[in-house]
């Protein structure tokens, strides 16, 4: 059996989203399995815990998250040493998200659901012990230009500046949308690429 990868979706979202990431990994030789969470109904200590305990069941699963989904890999992984696991994130605002930031105290604050102050505070640097990478996009299409003007490069919901933090493995971009990174080949071939790296 190939290595275990857990796929965890983001805002908005459902497990079957990522359909086009696990046949893909599954093709690959890889072991996907989806993790779900409610992201606007549940807290998302909930999902921490949960996914949490799921990766430490089996320590040398890696984790491919996309947006909220990476902040709640992130934060569900710190301070486990016994996880050698890696975590890709795709389209997290590791940072904070500047949208979600601008717009909390609004009629708009809704949209990020309780998932409103992980979002927005993100994370200053990668803790300590963790193999994180990102893959940002860099084509501006996505619900987030709606509501919000960037000023800066940015994938339509999450600026690319918001997905770089201190203590980060590999930072690579693709010129594809946020909700385009589900559906992306370049993505996944990026995805592949890490995976396969060297330690």
Same mark, same amino acid.
């Given at each position: 059996?190939?290595?275990?990868?857990?796929?965890?979706?983001?805002?908005?979202?459902?497990?079957?989203?990522?359909?086009?990431?696990?046949?893909?990994?599954?093709?690959?030789?890889?072991?996907?399995?989806?993790?779900?969470?409610?992201?606007?109904?549940?807290?998302?200590?909930?999902?921490?815990?949960?996914?949490?305990?799921?990766?430490?069941?089996?320590?040398?699963?890696?984790?491919?998250?996309?947006?909220?989904?990476?902040?709640?890999?992130?934060?569900?992984?710190?301070?486990?040493?016994?996880?050698?696991?890696?975590?890709?994130?795709?389209?997290?605002?590791?940072?904070?998200?500047?949208?979600?930031?601008?717009?909390?105290?609004?009629?708009?604050? =809704?949209? @990020? +659901?309780?998932?409103?102050?992980? !979002?927005? %505070?993100?994370?200053?640097?990668?803790?300590?012990?963790? /193999?994180? $990478? =990102?893959? @940002? +996009?860099?084509?501006?299409?996505? !619900?987030? %230009?709606?509501?919000?003007?960037?000023?800066?490069?940015? /994938?339509? $919901? =999450?600026?690319?500046?918001?997905?770089?933090?201190?203590?980060?493995?590999?930072?690579?971009?693709?010129?594809?949308?946020?909700?385009?990174?589900?559906?992306?080949?370049?993505?996944?071939?990026?995805?592949?690429?890490?995976?396969?790296?060297?330690?």
């Amino acid at each position: 059996m190939g290595r275990r990868i857990l796929l965890v979706h983001g805002l908005w979202m459902h497990a079957p989203a990522l359909y086009f990431w696990a046949r893909q990994l599954r093709e690959a030789g890889y072991r996907p399995q989806y993790f779900s969470y409610r992201s606007l109904l549940q807290s998302p200590e909930q999902a921490i815990a949960r996914l949490r305990e799921t990766a430490l069941a089996e320590p040398d699963t890696d984790i491919l998250a996309h947006s909220l989904g990476g902040l709640i890999a992130v934060e569900a992984m710190a301070g486990c040493p016994s996880f050698r696991g890696r975590i890709l994130c795709v389209g997290s605002p590791l940072a904070g998200s500047q949208v979600v930031r601008r717009y909390r105290n609004t009629p708009l604050g =809704v949209l @990020a +659901g309780r998932s409103t102050t992980l !979002l927005s %505070r993100g994370f200053t640097q990668i803790p300590e012990g963790l /193999d994180v $990478s =990102v893959i @940002a +996009g860099t084509d501006p299409k996505g !619900l987030g %230009r709606f509501v919000h003007r960037f000023d800066a490069q940015n /994938d339509g $919901s =999450v600026a690319l500046s918001e997905t770089r933090i201190p203590g980060l493995q590999r930072h690579v971009s693709v010129p594809v949308s946020h909700s385009g990174q589900l559906f992306s080949k370049a993505v996944m071939t990026q995805v592949l690429a890490l995976l396969n790296r060297e330690a």
